[in-house]
T-cell receptor, first 112, second 116 residues
């Protein structure tokens, strides 16, 4: 059974700083990864997907993938109070065409 | 911007009753999913649906659950005889291509089911 592991937090970061969120996965065959943001009581919202080793940038967000070490991270630059949420790392299910396995999420709190 | 819509937003039902949760996926998407999230826990996969049939289901998706695409737009999840432990947020999602291949899934706002 594929596992996606995250530190549950909470991670507290001052406004304007860089927030770094990490995720490890157990299946070396995983090819793609997703970061979702989930506000309390709301649905997961896709922030970024990454398929290749290295960095992928989108605005203030950078996803990093290291397949050799089996980790994926999300950096949020210039953190804003509105970034306070739970961030879910996810990967497609092992040998599955059609499901996503979610981590338990990291709670991020941006303090003013 | 296209979005997945779910109704109702909140459903309260008595234990043993049947409930139907409804979803309208994004119109050009072909793959549909139901996930659930018990309060404070992970988002868990329930079932995926493609070409008018279930393509995959989890251990959670037992005989109490069923899915249907009754027309060209709706996608429903039925729970036949609800239990207290079915209380959760249920999310519908859709994608253009299989998420196993890396396609992005878009989630609806969820239905909060409370079984009393």
């Amino acid at each position: 059974q594929k596992e996606v592991e995250q530190n549950s937090g909470p991670l507290s970061v001052p406004e304007g700083a860089i927030a770094s969120l990490n995720c490890t996965y157990s299946d070396r065959g995983s090819q793609s990864f997703f970061w979702y943001r989930q506000y309390s009581g709301k649905s997961p919202e896709l922030i970024m997907s990454i398929y290749s080793n290295g960095d992928k940038e989108d605005g203030r967000f950078t996803a990093q993938l290291n397949k050799a070490s089996q980790y994926v991270s999300l950096l949020i630059r210039d953190s804003q109070p509105s970034d306070s949420a739970t961030y879910l790392c996810a990967a497609p299910g092992y040998s599955s065409a059609s499901k996503i396995i979610f981590g338990s999420g990291t709670r991020l709190s941006i303090r003013p | 911007e296209p979005e997945v819509t779910q109704t109702p937003s909140h459903q309260v039902t008595q234990m043993g009753q049947e409930v139907i949760l409804r979803c309208v996926p994004i119109s050009n998407h072909l793959y549909f999913y139901w996930y659930r999230q018990i309060l404070g826990q992970k988002v868990e996969f329930l079932v995926s649906f493609y070409n008018n049939e279930i393509s995959e289901k989890s251990e959670i998706f037992d005989d109490q659950f069923s899915v249907e695409r009754p027309d060209g737009s709706n996608f429903t999840l039925k729970i036949r005889s609800t239990k207290l432990e079915d209380s959760a947020m249920y999310f519908c999602a859709s994608s253009e291509a299989p998420t196993g291949g890396g396609a992005e899934a878009f989630f609806g706002q969820g239905t909060r089911l409370t079984v009393v």
